[in-house]
């Protein structure tokens, strides 16, 4: 089946502590990208690689760090989490580098951090 | 800051109506897309739009866009219980690497 796959879906963790969100997805998609979802603020796009080894900031890279070695994983690393990181993360991907000219995002199921 | 912003932040409906949705943006796009998330789910792509298109059709969606006054709508004909949800609006640039989201309107359609 063609997905997205986010782990972990639940995080409950103390400022500071260093953590990895791990996203694959198994379609050969070029494109991956990380969002955070915040009440009243919606969607906003943290990072996102158009293809290996090249990886952009979005609207909210702070705090934030992501790699792209392999094509199908796109991990989300927060190196000294704090409470304002707490939130719902996405991650999405298309099937082009140039996502919005003709593909959709085929977005993960979410992961709900918890920053005490 | 944010690209698209739909409105009404939230709408409440009986089964059978129609529900609109209308967002509007900020500067040039390539195309306008519109995603649907049940609660606390990842988004699901429903339709898009390109900037020369001027309206679509997908079953009971229908997405119009007027690039002139950059604004788009979204209608949901004979709507069901289960199109509760809620819906966002997303615009590309035309550099065509990013996606903005707006806050979505949330939808509440009763049996």
């Known amino acids: 089946e063609a997905q997205v796959t986010q782990n972990p879906r639940y995080l409950i963790t103390v400022t500071g502590k260093k953590l990895t969100v791990t996203c694959s997805q198994n379609?050969?998609?070029?494109?991956m990208s990380w969002y955070r979802q915040d009440p009243g603020l919606g969607l906003r796009q943290i990072y996102y690689?158009?293809?290996?080894?090249?990886?952009d900031k979005g609207d909210v890279p702070e705090g934030y760090k992501v790699s792209r070695k392999e094509k199908r994983n796109f991990p989300l690393i927060l190196e000294s989490p704090s409470p304002n990181q707490t939130s719902l993360y996405f991650c999405?991907?298309?099937?082009?580098?140039?996502?919005?000219?003709?593909?959709?995002?085929?977005f993960g199921p979410g992961t709900r951090l918890t920053v005490l | 800051s944010q690209q698209g912003e739909e409105d009404p932040q939230a709408l409440s409906i009986q089964e059978g109506e129609n529900a609109t949705m209308n967002c509007s943006y900020k500067?040039?796009?390539?195309?306008l897309q519109w995603y649907r998330q049940n609660s606390g789910r990842g988004l699901v792509h429903l339709i898009l739009?390109?900037?020369?298109?001027r309206e679509k059709h997908s079953g009971r969606l229908r997405v119009t866009l007027d690039t002139s006054k950059k604004s788009s709508s979204l209608l949901i004909t004979a709507s069901r219980a289960a199109d509760t949800a809620s819906y966002f609006c997303?615009?590309?640039?035309?550099?065509?690497?990013?996606?903005?989201f707006g806050e979505g309107t949330q939808l509440t359609v009763n049996p």
């Open positions: 997303a615009t590309g640039e035309t550099s065509g690497s990013r996606l903005t």
């Open positions: 690689s158009m293809n290996v080894e090249v990886t």
């Open positions: 999405a991907s298309s099937l082009s580098n140039r996502p919005i000219l003709t593909d959709t995002q085929y």
């Open positions: 739009i390109r900037s020369n298109e």
């Open positions: 500067t040039s796009i390539n195309n």
């Open positions: 379609m050969n998609h070029e494109y």
